[in-house]
Nanobody, 125 residues
Framework: VQLQASGGGSVQAGGSLRLSCAAS????????LGWFRQAPGKKREFVAA????????LLADSVKGRFTISRDNAKNTVRLQMNSLKPEDTAVYYC???????????????????WGQGTQVTVSS
């Protein structure tokens, strides 16, 4: 499975961005997807995840109420809508695929098998 993230950029605090991740290879509807981020000097952290069907979603506490994850199985795409952005959201954002054949949304980085290249999000105050 190959993943290609896009949609990053620079925005002022309070603004919005929408990240997209296009997948190829495998059967898109058979795997869960997640978003993680890594800020300079920090470890990569979980942001959001969504199950095969999209019925199960999981968000990190730090983004609840501001971010939304969704998937379009017809277009092999997962999206992360980010609203009310804060400077602390500044990071490189990665999409990842969990190829385990279970309808679940995991926050655990090690459970993801394939990773995209990352897209930079910068939020200025």
């Amino acid at each position: 499975v190959q993943l290609q993230a896009s949609g990053g950029g620079s925005v002022q605090a309070g603004g919005s961005l929408r990240l997209s991740c296009a997948a190829s290879g495998g059967t898109f509807s058979d795997y869960a997807l997640g978003w993680f981020r890594q800020a300079p000097g920090k470890k990569r952290e979980f942001v959001a995840a969504i199950s095969w069907t999209g019925d199960i979603t999981l968000l990190a506490d730090s983004v609840k109420g501001r971010f939304t994850i969704s998937r379009d199985n017809a277009k092999n795409t997962v999206r992360l809508q980010m609203n009310s952005l804060k400077p602390e959201d500044t990071a490189v954002y990665y999409c990842a695929a969990d190829l385990t054949y279970v309808d679940y949304a995991s926050p655990i980085e090690n459970e993801y098998d394939s990773w995209g290249q990352g897209t930079q999000v910068t939020v200025s105050s």
